[in-house]
């Protein structure tokens, strides 16, 4: 038996299996890799917590109650976790509407992931709801919040990547 012709594969043919191979196992095929869906993750946590932030800022200022200050929070924290996709595939080249969808499809089940879990843990915290923004409660809560969201959302991203959804959708613009 001659084994020559498998030792003698050419470079070209080395890179294409091993292109194969990143695809099959990190890529858009068979699944994404977990610094992928933690990169997606921390992209869309970094857009809700500026929101959230800002929101809570914003409706303390204003002496709202907790409700109204949890939309505006909320709220934010979808717009700048769409913007911050936004930007970045009008950067590459997409028309304002083309970037909206790209935008929408990429991050709204992250966002709608991360705020579900980020509120949730901050409602169930006793006095976490009628903490100040000066209390250690509220940065507890809400810092806690955000890291059991990431813990929760990663996963979620891991899968949507893997099947061409979410931020794989974005990828493609890079």
């Known amino acids: ?13 080395h890179a294409a299996h091993e292109g194969h191979h990143r695809h099959a196992h990190g890529g858009h095929g068979a699944g994404a890799s977990w610094p992928t869906a933690a990169r997606a993750t921390l992209h869309c946590l970094t857009g809700c917590a500026i929101g959230e932030i800002l929101g809570m800022v914003i409706g303390t200022a204003l002496l709202w109650g907790n409700v109204p200050t949890m939309v505006l929070a909320i709220a934010l924290a979808f717009v700048f976790g769409y913007s911050f996709t936004l930007f970045a595939v009008r950067r590459a080249g997409l028309d304002f509407k083309t970037a ?4 929408l499809a990429a991050d709204t089940v992250s966002i709608t992931v991360m705020e579900l879990v980020d ?10 709801m009628d903490a100040h923004l000066s209390d250690g409660l509220f940065w507890s809560s809400l810092l806690g919040g955000f890291a059991v969201a990431f813990v929760i959302t990663t996963p979620v991203n891991k899968w949507m990547i893997g099947r061409g959804k979410g931020h794989a959708v974005v990828h493609a613009y890079h």
């Open 1 to 13: 038996m001659d084994h020559t012709a498998h030792h003698t594969t050419s470079a070209q043919d």
């Open 100 to 103: 909206i969808k790209v935008a």
């Open 119 to 128: 509120n949730g843990i901050i409602a169930l915290v006793p006095g976490a």
